[in-house]
């Protein structure tokens, strides 16, 4: 059995007043099938994020273009007027198609309107963290970012944005962005499985820039590895529980957003927090990523 010791302690932003416990929740399962459309069951959505916040979750990743628009009004329903201290993260590039296709949005009116209806939608004066999607469904792609991102740090200049931060880029593009706006936090495809970006957090850690993996449990396709399931076997927990815990023991820059519509399976991921990984172990899963290469 794994000792309990508790991994998600606080990341503070240096510089700000942005402190976060490193467990978070990520509300895109809250909506409907393929994120579109109205839950199944708005009531237990309502129910699961009241208790992740009352558990200690005090960062809530979101979008207006998840559903479109009827997570933040779900998160709305469920916790405004909000807590003292909880940040909501919210997303800026994208727009869902009537098909439920998803499509750029990133011209300067589509960026501002976007702000505008997360504003709405989530009944704030001011959204604590943006972070600017670029790149393609799951790999960034090569290119300036600044013409966007120039519209989010007017919006910053404006009083509408607090903070800024960006979603599936390289390396490269963080420096141009931050030749143009502070960046405070990084969200990328990253998990037990899949570590294309090991060196990209070593550096973002020393900047003291949080990185958030989006898909952490492998997002539409669950994790799938025997590795993973024996670890967790021999250690009592469950894969999922296991694949969060060695994120939150990677670094201590990283923030994670696991999502759930399931009151069970959010309990499961909040127990994770708690999860200290003996370094056996570490080895064993380590290799995961270096078999499926």
Known sequence: MLQQTNLADSFTVPGTSLTVNRMGYGAMQLAGPQVFGPPRDVDTAIAVLREGVESGVNHIDTSDYYGPHLTNQIIKRALHPYPDGLVIVTKLGARRGADKSWIHALSRQELIDGAHDNLRNLGLETLNVVNLRVGGVMEPSEGSIEEPLTVLAELKRQGLIRH??????????????????????????YNVARRNDDAFIDDLAAQGIAYVPFFPLGGFTPLQSSVLDAAAASLQVTPMQLALAWLLQRSPNILLIPGTSSLEHLRENLKASRLQIPSKALGELDSISRRSR
């Open 164 to 189: 800024i931060g960006l979603s599936n880029v390289t390396p490269q593009q963080l420096k141009e962005a931050q030749s143009i706006t502070e960046i405070v936090c990084i969200q990328n495809f």
